[in-house]
């Protein structure tokens, strides 16, 4: 499409057009007013102003309820997720999370802070559940051995294979979980202790 321009032609005026036509030769022609020209009508720009401001503010009115009502609704549904679990919870880790019951918590706390609570307490529980702790079973570097100490200082991991042989592994080496545990361990090296202080 073509530039527009306005161009103004006074009584008894032409207005000429040269071009190149399609042998490639220089060509000239007039246009008249009447037939190929479209009269120019100055836009009224008081109306313009007023449907542009008016199309604006119906397209931001209409994401702004749209995103008000869907974070409106992702937050109820939020705090009723929270409710749900503070109701499905033992009351036993329900202190354990918000330090009182649950729906005491509630009482004198927002959804916000229930939920960041919840979310505080369930990050906290899946670190303790994949810290390696005396009596797991682990996949250690001659097979499968049970742990027998995990000495925080020297940031060891000791273990024991089921032929009586041992071996260790730093933190940063650390054998992964089977997922089988054997408490029995953790309580007889702990009555060997108490043996041994004692």
């Given amino acids: 499409m073509g530039k527009k321009y306005i161009v103004e032609i006074g009584r008894l005026e ?14 000239m022609t007039w246009l008249s007013p009447e037939v190929d020209l479209t009269p120019y009508t100055e836009p009224d720009l008081e109306q313009v102003r007023k449907e542009g401001y008016e199309k604006g503010w119906k397209e931001a009115e209409d994401h702004y309820f749209d995103g008000y009502s869907n974070g409106y609704d992702a937050g109820l549904d939020d705090a009723w997720k929270a409710a749900r679990k503070i109701a499905n919870m033992p009351y036993n880790e329900e202190e354990k999370a918000f330090g009182s019951g649950g729906w005491a918590f509630i009482e004198k706390h927002t959804a916000s ?5 919840i979310r ?6 899946k670190e303790k ?3 390696i702790q005396v009596g797991d079973e682990v996949n250690a570097p001659f097979g499968k051995a049970i742990v027998v100490n995990v000495d925080s200082v020297a940031e060891k991991i000791w273990f024991l294979y089921a032929d009586g042989h041992g071996g260790f592994d730093f933190f940063k080496d650390a054998p992964t979980k089977t ?10 090296l702990e009555k060997m202790r108490e043996e041994s202080n004692g």
């Fill in 129 to 131: 559940e994949e810290q």
């Fill in 113 to 117: 802070e229930a939920i960041e609570k």
């Fill in 120 to 125: 505080q307490y369930e990050q906290e529980k």
């Fill in 14 to 27: 032409r207005l000429y057009k040269a071009y190149v036509n399609g042998n490639g030769k220089p060509n």
């Fill in 179 to 188: 997922g089988r545990h054997f408490p029995e361990i953790a309580t007889v």
